[in-house]
């Protein structure tokens, strides 16, 4: 038992190590003096038309010098980002640039060459990583993340083997040495065709810049075919002003930012007025129901068969399937409590996108440990319902959400390694998720179940008869097939412009970066899922429906089928993925963002409905 104990403690600060041993943006800054060696290391070959990415050292590619270990923290291993040491050798020289520099000599096979252009077919990009920094490309005042392998051209295929690396460079003074801050990374690709030669009879090989030509993309290409290649670089420094606060602008800026700023001001003015107006039509019947059911307690006037007082003696009465509810709600509330705590840590600087799988590891280490807060809700859920199967409503809570991600993470992976992937996780990382997952969430949601079952149970402000009432026939817009579809397409309009941006920044390999307005917008998409889950409530129960429960959360969740049918837009329209394994990873990281959807936004309305339930019943007088 304590070599077990052991072993979880040790996963566990592991994880911990990998997932916050990240600087924070702005406090551990490093410095290069002249003579000093500025590591080039190398991330996966990755397509944004196959979404399946590879080693850089599994092509034939310049071997490292000198092989540097990496420390990878959870996220990145999850998400296939392998970082590896590259065979370029960058020296700080602010006084003179260095052209022409031959890294290595490699023979092609014909096996190289067909894996070569193919992944020219499919536009793979080589990453390449200075200081943290992804190398970028200006293409006509664009700036691309990621070196393009090759091209094609009138049917021939040429391999871009010499990469002009400019670094722009901050000066700063430190002692009596200058020091530089590496504040950006530009790549310019060539393709050079290398010069024969002779000598003792042997034939030799030399680049065309070495006879004292400037390398421009007017030379000779190296035509892709079996057979030598020659590899090199040129390093230009560049001295800028640009302060190292905004090294990271230049990737920000990807697309068109006038159009993303307007779209999220629009989903901004949408969610305000949509709320406002919800709000105070709601506030003004609720107001005049109240003093209009008080005065009739006054006059001793019976007309409880008006409106939804006649259902206060049935508006708590438990719904079908208890425990599953009770389930959803627990998960939901830890999903919920989750993503507030990330986008609190994004905002201060502890979680990002420049720290390469910060916030993957940031949503499971905040997940696992909030597994107490999903078995104390649940529990206290199943309790106020009079659920009596306290052990397996724990249980699933532990396991339902949990084990539905890891079954489609398998089948995904599955296919990666089918492919021979990089993407495709390793047995230990499973092992370390398996070992949080049993080892620390489970326990912490039975520690919680356990407290909220010894717990009083939540008390009703009206008690509840033993038979129920008759429910009339409802309008068609109440039934649940409607109430889903009508629910659901409120809340997503407001934030589906903002869901388009996170799908490009996913998809397309870009940085996602204004979680400030992405928190305003997800706050005020709740407050939306809260208003129209109230309205569907309240007209429910004036119409004398009484089984609010399922239909208060439903109502919300099918703001995740347009999300769905909003992700199969995307698909056939921005992306160009013929693959099956990338079907399979599209869609199967689809499905578990949208079951996440779709227990979030059930959720915030089930407690809107909850809370606005006992809060009107507790207004009037019981009977």
């Known amino acids: 038992m304590n070599r077990k104990f052991a072993f979880v403690i040790l996963v ?51 071997p490292a010098i000198k092989k540097e270990e990496v420390d990878e923290n959870l996220g990145s291993l999850i998400l296939g980002e392998v970082t590896e040491s590259s065979g370029y050798r960058v020296i700080m020289n602010s006084k003179s640039d260095l052209v022409c520099q031959k890294v290595c000599q490699l023979d092609l096979t014909d096996k190289d060459v067909r894996d070569f252009r193919w992944m020219i077919d499919r536009n793979y990009r080589q990453n390449l990583v ?8 200006n293409r006509s005042g664009k700036h691309l993340i990621g070196v393009p392998i090759g091209f094609k051209k009138k049917g021939e295929y040429y391999l871009n083997n010499h990469l002009r690396f400019t670094i722009h460079v901050y000066p700063v003074t430190t002692g009596e040495r200058p020091a530089f801050r590496i504040v950006g990374f530009e790549v310019e690709p060539f393709s050079l065709a290398y010069l024969l030669g002779e000598n003792n009879h042997q034939t030799t090989y030399d680049l065309p810049c070495r006879s004292g030509g400037e390398v421009s993309h007017t030379l000779p290409h190296f035509p892709l075919q079996p057979g030598i290649v020659l590899y090199s670089y040129d390093v230009v420094f560049r001295q800028t002003t640009k302060p190292f606060a905004s090294r990271w602008d230049v990737y920000k800026f990807l697309g068109n930012e006038n159009i993303h700023w307007i779209s999220l001001t629009f989903s901004l003015v949408i969610n305000l007025i949509l709320t406002s107006i919800i709000t105070q039509i709601l506030r003004n019947a609720l107001r005049n ?68 799988g910060s916030l993957v590891t940031t949503c499971i280490i905040l997940y696992v440990f909030l597994g107490f807060v999903a078995g104390l809700v649940s529990a206290r859920i199943y309790k106020m319902l009079q659920g009596v199967h306290w052990l397996w409503c724990t249980i699933f809570t532990a396991m339902f959400y949990p084990a539905t991600c890891f079954i489609i993470f398998n089948i995904i992976n599955l296919f990666l390694v089918a492919e021979r992937s990089s993407g495709s996780v390793p047995f230990t990382v499973f092992v370390a998720l398996i070992a949080l997952w049993f080892g620390i969430s489970a326990p912490l949601v039975f520690l919680g179940g356990l407290i909220g079952y010894k717990s009083p149970a939540i008390t009703h402000p009206c008690h509840t008869n033993p038979v129920p009432k008759r429910i009339p026939s409802q309008p068609w817009y109440l039934r649940k097939r409607y109430v889903f579809w009508i629910g659901g397409a409120i809340p ?18 870009y940085f996602y970066y204004l979680f400030a307005f992405l928190m305003v917008i997800i706050v005020l998409f709740s407050m939306t899922l809260a208003c129209i889950s109230i309205i569907i409530t309240y007209l429910q129960l004036c119409n004398g429906d009484f089984r609010w429960w399922w239909k208060s959360f439903i109502s919300t969740a099918g703001t995740a089928v347009y999300f769905v049918l909003m992700a199969v837009y995307y698909y056939l329209t921005e992306l160009e993925v013929t693959r099956v394994s990338s079907m399979v990873l599209y869609f199967g990281y689809t499905l578990i963002l949208a079951i996440t959807f779709f227990i979030f936004c059930g959720t915030v309305g089930f407690f809107a409905s909850f809370i606005f339930v006992r809060k009107i019943y507790s207004l009037i007088k019981s009977d």
Not at 25 to 52: A, H, K
Not at 323 to 352: D, E, K, P, Y
Not at 500 to 508: A, C, G, R, V
Request: hydrophobic share 40%.
């Open 130 to 137: 200075i200081d943290n920094l992804p190398a970028y490309v």
């Open 492 to 509: 997503f309009g407001t934030v589906c412009i903002e869901l388009y941006f996170i799908l490009t920044s996913m998809w397309h390999h």
């Open 289 to 356: 129901d109240i003093r209009f059911y008080n005065e009739l307690d006054k006059t001793d006037d019976v007309l409880d068969n008006v409106g939804w007082k006649q259902v206060q003696n049935d508006a708590f009465r438990p719904p079908r399937s208890p425990l599953l509810l009770s389930v959803l709600i627990g998960t939901g509330t830890q999903i919920v409590t989750m993503t507030g705590f990330l986008l609190l840590f994004t905002l201060i600087g502890f979680a990002s996108e420049t720290h390469r």
């Open 12 to 62: 566990l600060s592991s994880v911990l190590q990998g997932g916050f041993g990240f600087s924070i943006p702005g406090v551990s800054i490093q410095q290069f003096t002249d003579g000093q060696e500025i590591p080039v290391m190398v991330n996966e070959l990755d397509s944004v038309e196959t979404q399946l990415p590879f080693k850089y050292s599994e092509m034939k590619y310049c």
